[in-house]
């Protein structure tokens, strides 16, 4: 097969003919028709639909897409899908449909900013990068660059050809063949001079070592690339070699929702002890989506969506980066061949079509925290990233909706029995009851994933504890219902956000006997034992307490007043709870109904998971007992003194 020159191509495709695209000669199993949007006819749209999957991709810059409000799909899904069925036998129905979606092209041409754009069913747009093929070498910004070298409006079609190998389907209808690394080659010589290396370098001091700065600068752009080179570069040997995308949120503020701050430390630590490397810093933000759509990602995926979803929602592939830039800044280093600091074997095959020979490929591992396990997870398994399970962190799978999901939340004062409904909840195969996931000192998860849930620290927790809920609910272990319990005053913004939410069902227990919940709570804050599981020591001695009537009955208005705060929201926002009572807990039919509030399956035993420490009589507990007795006497208070049984 033999593959036309691109200024023989271009008089074909100036004129209105198809153009296929393949890699090179040695690729060109499968290829692409390329057309000029502004030359299509119902006969070329019709010749398209007959030999492809029958969506045909519309290829626009994004200035165009944004100017006409058009969403674009990515390319990667769209050459992978097929088009409504039709008889392509049918041949007057194939010529209405490829005279209509002719038509509609040259509208979308023509289109003013602010005018509807209709857009056939069999047409998809795409958003070319910005650069070509210098900077992202798809189909897509073959097109255009092809329509810019014809000299025609910067608009193109593209579709995927259903007949293999392409050079035989080439031959047969008398099309040309153009290789993507010769339109490459010819787009570099064209745009020679484009990348400016800006002069006087200067000196750069770092907590790694000095480094020396250079600047390139795409002139029709206006974007400068920064490199960084430690030692002498262009002698030959194998150059150690970072190449960095542009990360602001990770790279200056610190983000911990990617690596790639840690990433561009450990890179200029290893150049640094090298003594020899070159560290390019492109200005490609978001893996080529820029910031703004980068944190419109970071909002879906807030919702759930993985990275690479997010991406697609916006209508971007997973990734629009290229390294067309990278290679041109190495040749003009005199850098031939380099050790790749990278865990993206994408990059590497990037720069080898770019003409720079990687001779190996150096792991660039950092560790993974709470915040960016998901992340790297989600390059690891759909971006091909070279990582294992342990540099990626946990496994933990999440949720993209609450579908199908019951949330429910446990209100209580202190030591009215809220662990104890926990673990209780917790036996049940259907039901994850987390504990004390707000406790101001420490983050208890359910007591079965103790050891396989970490979804942040203490200081995460407490920065955003709405966004620390939301992971939560989201960690999907397999459960239907989940839950935790929250304790008066233990973090007023999820208590108010739990509250307003009617999706998250109430469930409140109260201790009938205020004394021994004030009681039970002092002997807790002096021993530190707030709760006891088999197996685990408890201290013999049980300390005396002084009971101070003021501080009981103060203690006793403060759990009122929580109590009367939460029937009073859920009163005014007409929501339901289920009211539960410590001392009636034991009690299968109080567990059946509690079972039947939480749509749990009936009849499943809760199993005990914690033993009660404290003593039958409180005459055992409190130190001054007798005077206290006096004072209540006559008091409501006073049954509750003397009640036995906790």
């Given at each position: 097969?033999?593959?036309?020159?691109?200024?023989?191509?271009?008089?074909?495709?100036?004129?209105?003919?198809?153009?296929?695209?393949?890699?090179?000669?040695?690729h060109a199993a499968d290829g692409y028709l390329l057309a000029a949007a502004e030359k299509a006819s119902a006969g070329s749209v019709a010749f398209q639909l007959r030999h492809g999957p029958g969506l045909i991709?519309?290829?626009?810059?994004?200035?165009?897409?944004?100017?006409?409000?058009?969403?674009?799909?990515?390319?990667?899904?769209?050459?992978?899908?097929?088009?409504?069925?039709?008889?392509?036998?049918?041949?007057?129905?194939?010529?209405?449909?490829?005279?209509?979606?002719?038509?509609?092209?040259?509208?979308?041409?023509?289109?003013?900013?602010?005018?509807?754009a209709a857009i056939p069913e069999r047409i998809v747009p795409l958003r070319a990068a910005w650069g070509g093929v210098l900077v992202c070498p798809t189909p897509v910004e073959a097109v255009l660059d092809l329509a810019r070298l014809a000299g025609l409006r910067p608009m193109g079609l593209v579709c995927k050809l259903s007949s293999s190998p392409a050079g035989d389907f080439a031959a047969h209808h008398g099309l040309k063949v153009v290789g993507m690394t010769h339109l490459i080659d010819h787009c570099r010589r064209q745009a020679h001079g484009r990348l400016v290396r800006l002069p006087e370098p200067a000196r750069l001091p770092t907590r790694y070592g000095v480094f020396s700065a250079l600047v390139y600068e795409e002139p029709l752009s206006g974007r400068q690339h920064m490199v960084l080179i430690m030692g002498e570069v262009g002698n030959?040997?194998?150059?150690?070699?970072?190449?960095?995308?542009?990360?602001?949120?990770?790279?200056?503020?610190?983000?911990?929702?990617?690596?790639?701050?840690?990433?561009?430390?450990?890179?200029?630590?290893?150049?640094?002890?090298?003594?020899?490397?070159?560290?390019?810093?492109?200005?490609?933000?978001?893996?080529?989506?820029?910031?703004?759509?980068?944190?419109?990602?970071?909002?879906?995926?807030e919702k759930g969506l993985d990275t690479v979803e997010a991406n697609e929602r916006l209508g971007f592939s997973p990734d629009l980066r290229d390294y067309g830039i990278a290679s041109q800044i190495l040749s003009d280093l005199g850098v031939r061949e380099i050790r790749l600091l990278t865990n993206n074997p994408k990059k590497v095959r990037s720069l080898e079509d770019g003409g720079v020979r990687v001779v190996e490929r150096v792991p660039l591992v950092v560790s993974a925290s709470p915040e960016s396990s998901f992340y790297l997870q989600t390059k690891r398994d759909k971006m091909d990233h070279?990582?294992?399970?342990?540099?990626?962190?946990?496994?933990?799978?999440?949720?993209?909706?609450?579908?199908?999901?019951?949330?429910?939340?446990?209100?209580?004062?202190?030591?009215?029995?809220?662990?104890?409904?926990?673990?209780?909840?917790?036996?049940?195969?259907?039901?994850?009851?987390?504990?004390?996931?707000f406790n101001p000192e420490r983050i208890l998860y359910a007591?079965?994933?103790?050891?396989?849930?970490?979804?942040?620290?203490?200081?995460?927790?407490?920065?955003?504890?709405?966004r620390f809920l939301d992971l939560t609910w989201r960690a999907d272990f397999g459960y239907r219902i989940i839950g935790f319990k929250l304790n008066r005053g233990q973090n007023e913004e999820v208590f108010r956000g739990v509250l307003a939410d009617p999706d998250i069902r109430k469930i409140i227990i109260r201790r009938q006997n205020r004394i021994k919940a004030y009681v039970s709570e002092m002997i807790a804050l002096?021993?530190?034992?707030?709760?006891?599981?088999?197996?685990?020591?408890?201290?013999?001695?049980?300390?005396?307490?002084?009971?101070?009537?003021?501080?009981?009955?103060?203690?006793?208005?403060?759990n009122k007043s929580y109590y009367n705060r939460v029937y009073e929201a859920l009163h005014a926002t007409g929501q339901t709870w289920l009211d539960l009572q410590y001392e009636k807990l034991a009690n299968e039919d109080e567990r059946a109904t509690?079972?039947?509030?939480?749509?749990?399956?009936?009849?499943?035993?809760?199993?005990?998971?914690?033993?009660?420490?404290?003593?039958?009589?409180?005459?055992?507990?409190?130190?001054?007992?007798?005077?206290?007795?006096?004072?209540?006497?006559?008091?409501?208070?006073?049954?509750?003194?003397?009640?036995?049984?906790?």
């Amino acid at each position: 097969m033999r593959l036309a020159e691109i200024g023989e191509a271009l008089a074909d495709f100036r004129s209105g003919r198809e153009i296929v695209l393949v890699r090179d000669e040695e690729h060109a199993a499968d290829g692409y028709l390329l057309a000029a949007a502004e030359k299509a006819s119902a006969g070329s749209v019709a010749f398209q639909l007959r030999h492809g999957p029958g969506l045909i991709g519309l290829a626009m810059t994004p200035e165009r897409l944004d100017t006409l409000g058009i969403i674009p799909t990515p390319f990667d899904q769209s050459v992978a899908a097929r088009g409504p069925s039709m008889d392509m036998g049918d041949e007057e129905a194939l010529a209405r449909a490829a005279e209509e979606h002719a038509a509609a092209v040259h509208e979308l041409i023509d289109l003013a900013a602010g005018e509807e754009a209709a857009i056939p069913e069999r047409i998809v747009p795409l958003r070319a990068a910005w650069g070509g093929v210098l900077v992202c070498p798809t189909p897509v910004e073959a097109v255009l660059d092809l329509a810019r070298l014809a000299g025609l409006r910067p608009m193109g079609l593209v579709c995927k050809l259903s007949s293999s190998p392409a050079g035989d389907f080439a031959a047969h209808h008398g099309l040309k063949v153009v290789g993507m690394t010769h339109l490459i080659d010819h787009c570099r010589r064209q745009a020679h001079g484009r990348l400016v290396r800006l002069p006087e370098p200067a000196r750069l001091p770092t907590r790694y070592g000095v480094f020396s700065a250079l600047v390139y600068e795409e002139p029709l752009s206006g974007r400068q690339h920064m490199v960084l080179i430690m030692g002498e570069v262009g002698n030959g040997s194998p150059m150690l070699t970072r190449v960095h995308s542009e990360c602001l949120t990770g790279d200056a503020l610190g983000s911990l929702r990617c690596d790639c701050g840690p990433q561009l430390d450990l890179a200029l630590k290893r150049i640094a002890e090298s003594g020899q490397g070159v560290l390019l810093y492109l200005r490609q933000e978001g893996r080529g989506i820029g910031l703004y759509n980068k944190l419109k990602t970071y909002t879906l995926q807030e919702k759930g969506l993985d990275t690479v979803e997010a991406n697609e929602r916006l209508g971007f592939s997973p990734d629009l980066r290229d390294y067309g830039i990278a290679s041109q800044i190495l040749s003009d280093l005199g850098v031939r061949e380099i050790r790749l600091l990278t865990n993206n074997p994408k990059k590497v095959r990037s720069l080898e079509d770019g003409g720079v020979r990687v001779v190996e490929r150096v792991p660039l591992v950092v560790s993974a925290s709470p915040e960016s396990s998901f992340y790297l997870q989600t390059k690891r398994d759909k971006m091909d990233h070279l990582l294992t399970p342990d540099e990626t962190g946990p496994a933990v799978t999440r949720r993209k909706d609450f579908k199908g999901l019951l949330r429910f939340v446990i209100l209580a004062a202190p030591r009215t029995g809220s662990n104890w409904l926990c673990t209780l909840l917790d036996s049940h195969h259907e039901i994850l009851c987390h504990h004390e996931i707000f406790n101001p000192e420490r983050i208890l998860y359910a007591r079965s994933l103790r050891d396989k849930l970490d979804l942040g620290t203490l200081e995460e927790r407490d920065r955003d504890p709405l966004r620390f809920l939301d992971l939560t609910w989201r960690a999907d272990f397999g459960y239907r219902i989940i839950g935790f319990k929250l304790n008066r005053g233990q973090n007023e913004e999820v208590f108010r956000g739990v509250l307003a939410d009617p999706d998250i069902r109430k469930i409140i227990i109260r201790r009938q006997n205020r004394i021994k919940a004030y009681v039970s709570e002092m002997i807790a804050l002096q021993t530190g034992e707030w709760e006891s599981y088999p197996g685990m020591e408890i201290g013999k001695q049980r300390p005396h307490i002084a009971v101070e009537l003021e501080a009981l009955r103060r203690h006793i208005e403060n759990n009122k007043s929580y109590y009367n705060r939460v029937y009073e929201a859920l009163h005014a926002t007409g929501q339901t709870w289920l009211d539960l009572q410590y001392e009636k807990l034991a009690n299968e039919d109080e567990r059946a109904t509690l079972l039947q509030f939480l749509s749990a399956k009936p009849g499943v035993p809760l199993r005990e998971a914690t033993r009660k420490q404290n003593p039958e009589d409180l005459r055992d507990l409190i130190a001054n007992f007798t005077e206290l007795g006096a004072q209540l006497r006559g008091t409501e208070l006073e049954a509750e003194l003397i009640a036995p049984g906790l």
